[in-house]
Each structure stands twice: as structure tokens, then as C-alpha cells.
Nanobody, 118 residues
């Protein structure tokens, strides 16, 4: 089992920045690819960014390319999402996930709310 706990969400003005953290625990969590999904009210959950277990390959949704950066520190059992130039449309609950396949994942955190005001 893998346990994931997100932190770092909050309220920020458009153009601002936030850094989300995901604390991971459990056997072999570092063997999995990791990522961040988000879900806004009335919308489907979408994959925002993902990173392979060694950190040498990343994926970003077109809507966040150039603004968000995903990283991981296996020694610190953590995955991060640095979000810059935030827009109101980035408002959503953000979820950390492990062992991602397309739009699905085997392990999920409880989510953290990000609200961007205009």
C-alpha cells in the first residue's frame, strides 16, 4: 500500500504562485510514476502533470505547460508541483496520485483545494 498526503493548497490571486507537496509513504512508493490530477466543479478529473520514478521524464497538460513544474525527491519521500502564473481556470481540487495509467491511478491522496481569484 502507498499513502499520499497533499499540502500547500490555498487562495491566491491571479498571477501568483503556489507549491503543492505530496508526502508519500508505504512500500516501494518510489518505484511508481507519480503525478498530479485536478478536478474543478462540474468537470472531469484531468491529469495535470506526471513524472517517472527516476525523475528523468515528465508530462504536462497543454493548459499548464510553461507554468507548472513537477518534481520528486525520492530520498525525502515527496513529490512537488510548483505552480506559477496561476489563472482563475486553475481553480480545482488537486490530487496526488501514484502508478498512473492514462487517466487512472492505483493510489490517491485526499486532495487539496486551490482557488485562484481574478
Amino acid at each position: 500500500q502507498v499513502q499520499l498526503v497533499e499540502s500547500g493548497g490555498g487562495l491566491v490571486q491571479a498571477g501568483g504562485s503556489l507549491r503543492l507537496s505530496c508526502a508519500a509513504s508505504g512500500r516501494s512508493w518510489s518505484m511508481y510514476n507519480m503525478g498530479w490530477f485536478r478536478q474543478a466543479p462540474g468537470k472531469e478529473r484531468e491529469l495535470v502533470a506526471s513524472i517517472m520514478r527516476t525523475g528523468d521524464s515528465t508530462y504536462y497538460a497543454d493548459s499548464v505547460k510553461g507554468r507548472f513544474t513537477i518534481s520528486r525527491d525520492n530520498a525525502k519521500n515527496a513529490v512537488y508541483l510548483q505552480m506559477n502564473s496561476l489563472k482563475p481556470e486553475d481553480t480545482a481540487v488537486y490530487y496526488c496520485a501514484a502508478n498512473i495509467r492514462a487517466t487512472k491511478a492505483d493510489y490517491w491522496g485526499q486532495g487539496t483545494q486551490v482557488t485562484v481569484s481574478s
